[in-house]
């Protein structure tokens, strides 16, 4: 640090350099604040004025034009003194069209057969060729997919897959293929849905999202989730369709750019309807497939119906249950000779977020008997194990329950939901008395664990003897529908009284009792049948005594009782009746699910006068209110007939699930899910926890505010945004500029993304007012940009420099030459492929694979060995998002966090190092080479030649042959391949 003398020495350098400076700061801020609050100024900018119309200049040199274009062009070079370069020869321009356009390069018979043609529209019929490519698409919707930063991912720390992301990317290859007008391709991604174009809008939620374990339960950071989700869709819109940073405007006004906070949310009022999330696109395939969906759920209620006539029997518990340990559990009885043990299970527990899902035993173990015990269940000792089915995987497996080895990583998992079985075969027959099992005897796992089972033993061919048994409990109880079978019994009286319920007084809309038998009677509603309560809700019409048996469902026809939480109903027939089964509900219509019995009991009156309890609900699972995942009917108690049956149903029933899975497994995109807009309003400082005034979808007022009510529908406000977008002559200028970018590397505007106050001015401003004009024009044809620009003399030019025109120009903002720059990552990596013939041009579908594994606790190695579908062109990779890909992400590839409206170019070393010693580089330079040896045989000098063909469009240059036929003729002819895939040559756009 420098001292106190030379501080002061050169403070007065230091103090007029800081005034200096802050006044420039102080000036340049006043200038901006008062450009932005004098309205009449900013809406003067030359990027939201109408359209203007403009002739297209005479040049002093009339023979140089070839398109409209180049008169703009040379009129600006003449006005400062320069002249064009001289146009590049036939076969470098062939190969600059053709990597520009489909970003590939031409084979070396295309290239032959262009060069032969002395047709005066040969260029002209080659860049129709092109245009008509389906590669063409797969080109240029990488520019605008890095503009939405699409990916396959989520994003954030989690990353998780986007598995239905790529449809969107699909559409935006199709849409450019065909050329679709640029009205139609704007609405399609604002309101697709409307227009039968459901991938389409996969447009509105391409950024990264929060999945809703990620967000706080709060509802505070729900609302702050959900605030960000709607500000990156503005963001999207505004710098892709408009170039205006719109979405800086979220937390006060811009800086700069004559855009209000108000104005902002009005945007943001536009997608109020719109959330993130997956939705079925509808095709004539999918619904076909949505009407058989349809025709078969009254099917599966049906046999849902059916199946309730095997309710279990209810059992009246006169002992504690055995309740199961994840640990460690031991079944003893009495000493046995047996060869066969056999373990049921009937149920397991519930995973707190999945339901009933496959139970897991980590060791199953069968003891001698006396003094001495061993384990004879072991693999090693000759048993043997068969299952039920498994759930494979590394870590489940059969074979892991007779092993000897405890955890969830050495264990069996059935391939049933709540269900399956397990049996050991010894090799001789024993005497065993007891049995060891568990779920982890580690003790990390305790889901899956089996809670309801039966033991058996035996010999082989004998009937096997129940050694323990542990009930299954019957089903929760539902709001909808309750069965409670016993054994049958002869009674006149029957009553059910309630405990507690879920809320307020019990309600039941129906109680029905049956006779036995094959067509059972509802003894409730027969004539002289006698109701009688402990009480009936006062003075109501819907909830009456009389409802409780006339046969009628739902809440309006209902009894309630006077009492919070309890209450009975008797039922009195008029004569002793054989009954088996009571079925009730709180309301069978399903509307409502408040009021629901869950402690009761149910009675019968003998002859003596006697009440004994039949069933209740001591032997059910306890209710949860939102049991997505009830287990499977327990078939455990049943009769050999009614379990045939029952067996039956539960078959058919699993069949109509199956394929009812398999057809909402349809064509899916996540594309935005649509509902009702909801209230948006101004947020002070951008914050949900502070909120203004409400706000109507509204354009911005700079460009003539036009606001929609806020009755408005979702599918309205979309519309009408897009309309507006689709006339706004600044969504012209910024798609041509676009265009024009990627044929020139840079826009005529700059900034790409910023046609505001600060973005750069236009360097032809003329041309682009005249381009944009011609586009509106032409209908929206992308197509027809391309001719004026590719087939224009501007576009012909060589890239030689020329000292006197960099004197002028250094950064050729004037187009003096043609920009030669270095290819992309994709086109380097395609023509790599291309060029050895290895490209695999299957289009659409997932993307494939980059990386080992797709996130997780392994994260997202990268693979180094492509076969397969990993031999696509790169846009149909699966694009993981803030993860780079290990060769070509070095070559400046957006990773999808930020908008890229223009890929800025950089030069390292690890691109060099990445091309020249990956393991990628080194396999396709041995492809390249078996390739070439394929084409012309085993001498180097045609070797050589073929080489220089496939990958540079050229013979060798003579120097060039000399220099390399010693190399090849030593080492071979992949580092050859290796070589001229590394040459500047190949890597640039010449």
Known sequence: MPGPNRFRRAGGRVERWIWRGWGLLVGAVWFAVAAVADGSAASDHWAFRPLAAVRVPTPRDLTWACTPVDSFILTRLESVGLSPAPPTDRRTWMRRVSLDLIGLPPTPEQQEAFLRDEGSDAEARWVEFLLASPRYGERWAQYWLDLVRYADTHGFEVNTERPHAWPYRDYVIRALNEDRPFDRF????????????????????????????QIGQDDASKRLARQDELTEIVHNVGEA?????????????????????????????????????????????AEARRQEAESLKPQLAEVESALTQFEPLARLNSEPRRESDPRRNEITFAAQSARVIRFTIHEANRHPNLGVIEPCLDEFEVFSAGPSATNLALASAGAKVSVSGSKVSDKHRPEHLTD?????????????????????????????????????????????????????????????????????????????????????????????TIMACTTLEPCLDEL???????????????????????GTFPESTEHRLEHLNDGQYGNDRSWISHEVGRGWVELEFPEPTLVDRVIWGRDRTGQFADRLPTTYRIEVQDEAGRWREV???????????????PPPPALVGLESAERSEAERLLNHRRDLQRRLKELAQGPQVFGGIFKAPEVIR?????????????????????????????EASDPERRRALAQWIVQSPLSARVWVNRVWQGHFGLGLVETANDFGLKGAAPSHPELLEWLAGEFQRAGGSLKHLHRLLVLSATYRQSSRIDPQAVAVDASDRLLWRFPSRRLEAETIRDSILAVNGRLDLKMGG????????????????????????????????????MERDAVFAAFDCPDAGQITGRRRQSTTPLQALNLFNSRFTLEESEVFAARVRADVGDAPEAQVRRAYQLALGREPEAVEARAILPVVKEQGLAPLCRALYNSSEFLVLP
């Open 615 to 629: 069933a209740g609900s001591t032997d059910r699972r306890a209710y949860e209110a939102e049991d997505k995942s």
């Open 846 to 881: 997932p993307g494939f694979n980059l990386f080992r594994s797709r996130g997780g606790l392994d994260g997202f190695p990268p693979l180094e060995t492509f076969t397969g579908d990993g031999l696509r062109r790169l846009i149909y990779s699966h694009k993981v998002r």
């Open 404 to 496: 000897g080895r405890y955890g969830n990583d050495h264990s069996w998992m059935s391939d049933e939901a709540g269900r399956g079985w397990v049996q050991i075969e010894l090799p001789e027959a024993r005497s065993i008395d007891r049995v060891v099992w568990g779920r982890d005897r580690e003790g990390q796992f305790n889901d899956r664990l089996t809670t309801a089972y039966s033991l058996e033993v035996g010999l082989p061919g004998g009937a096997l003897t129940t050694v323990a048994f542990v009930p299954p409990l019957r089903s929760a109880v539902s709001a909808r529908r309750n069965t409670d079978r016993f054994v049958p019994v002869t009674t006149r009286r029957l009553r059910m």
């Open 186 to 213: 704007v609405t399609e991604q604002l309101v697709g849905d409307s227009l039968g174009e459901d991938a389409a809008t996969g447009f509105l939620v391409t950024a990264a999202a929060l999945l809703p374990g």
């Open 512 to 534: 029905e009792v049956f006779t036995v038998g094959s067509n059972p009677t509802n003894v409730a509603r027969l004539p002289g049948v006698r109701v009688t309560a402990s």
């Open 241 to 285: 369709f408009l170039g205006l940073s719109i979405g800086c405007a979220r937390c006060h006004d811009h800086k700069f750019d004559p855009i209000s906070q108000r104005d902002f949310f009005a945007t943001q009022a536009f997608f109020a309807g719109v959330e993130y999330g997956d939705r079925p696109i509808r095709t004539p395939e």
């Open 682 to 710: 101004v947020l002070r400082r951008g914050d949900p926890e502070q909120p203004g005034d409400t706000v109507v979808p509204s354009r911005l007022t700079v460009l003539g505010a036009e606001p929609l009510t806020a």
